[in-house]
């Protein structure tokens, strides 16, 4: 690798159909104070993308025992991430294998540090030019080919911390690296995801939030046009919680100022998710 010989053991990782072909899954969950939050509703969904995929899910103990030994080797930290990723383990070519030997990774990393105005006031967006792929049950997982997601964020300009993504009929579907949201006339709204986009955990947990406050909550099949007379706008994702927006096509949001924004936020910071402690 790099012009560097590999030791044999560590050739075998580049049998990884993971790392050839995307063939694989992933989670990003937040931990706080030593625990991961939303941690059975991640890996239901892990087990879902699987079944999608017919790759075999190994036990929650497993991936339970995995957080243990990681957190045994390392320092005690009041914020980190946790990624696991499940993939289809080796083999070469576009057909899967018959019986495969699915691997299982995972990794603790540092906190994102990110400016705290993301949260307070709050960012401006824009559409990415590029669409999101959909189309096809597999485009709802959270596969490990992200080349959508990074084709998007390369050619949104770096001013915008996260953009809006359309699909090729110009329906609105997410953000880059989160799911969308907005407030129109006490309704709280997010696009349908039924065959392209991922549905967030958090997306589902401020759904949850939503319908507990009162609010009734629907999923929508809508273009651009429906933010125009909407009263509130912002993104969420498991470790930003949410990103309110302040400036898009021209016009000024609420941002942090918007009611239920601000409300989303305290809740999100009484979890512990937010700008980094």
């Known amino acids: 690798m790099d012009g560097e010989a590999i030791a044999a053991?560590?050739?075998l990782f580049f049998a990884e159909r993971g790392l050839h072909y995307g063939d694989g899954l992933f989670e990003t969950?937040?931990?706080v104070n030593g625990r991961p939050l939303f941690w059975e509703a991640h890996l239901r969904?892990?087990?879902?993308g699987a079944s999608i995929l017919g790759i075999p899910m190994p036990a929650a103990g497993d991936w339970e025992a995995d957080l243990s030994r990681l957190q045994a080797l390392s320092e005690p930290l009041s914020h980190g991430v946790l990624k696991l990723m499940l993939t289809r383990g080796p083999g070469w070519g576009y057909a899967p294998p018959a019986m495969p030997?699915?691997?299982r990774y995972a990794v603790i990393l540092p906190w994102p540090d990110r400016p705290g105005a993301n949260w307070r006031p709050g960012i401006r967006t824009a559409i990415c030019p590029t669409p999101l792929a959909t189309g096809a049950p597999y485009l709802?997982?959270?596969s490990l080919n992200r080349l959508n997601q990074i084709q998007a964020r390369r050619e949104l300009s770096p001013e915008y911390p996260e953009g809006i993504l359309l699909d090729g009929k110009g329906v609105l579907r997410e953000g880059i690296m989160s799911n969308l949201f907005w407030v129109e006339g006490g309704r709280l709204c997010t696009p349908r995801l039924d065959d392209g986009g991922i549905a967030?955990?958090?997306r589902a947990a401020i759904m949850d939030q939503g319908r507990s406050w009162g609010l009734e909550v629907r999923e929508e099949q809508r273009g651009p046009e429906a933010l125009e007379t909407a009263d509130e706008l912002f993104f969420c994702n498991s470790l930003m919680g949410i990103w309110p927006?302040?400036?898009f096509a021209a016009r000024s949001w609420p941002?942090?100022?918007g009611a239920v924004a601000a409300a989303l936020l305290t809740w999100g910071e009484g979890l512990g998710l937010g700008a980094r402690p």
């Open 9 to 11: 053991g560590a050739a």
């Open 29 to 31: 969950i937040a931990l």
């Open 45 to 48: 969904r892990l087990a879902q």
């Open 101 to 103: 030997t699915p691997r």
């Open 140 to 142: 709802t997982v959270k």
């Open 200 to 202: 967030g955990i958090q």
């Open 245 to 247: 927006v302040r400036q």
């Open 255 to 257: 941002g942090s100022a």
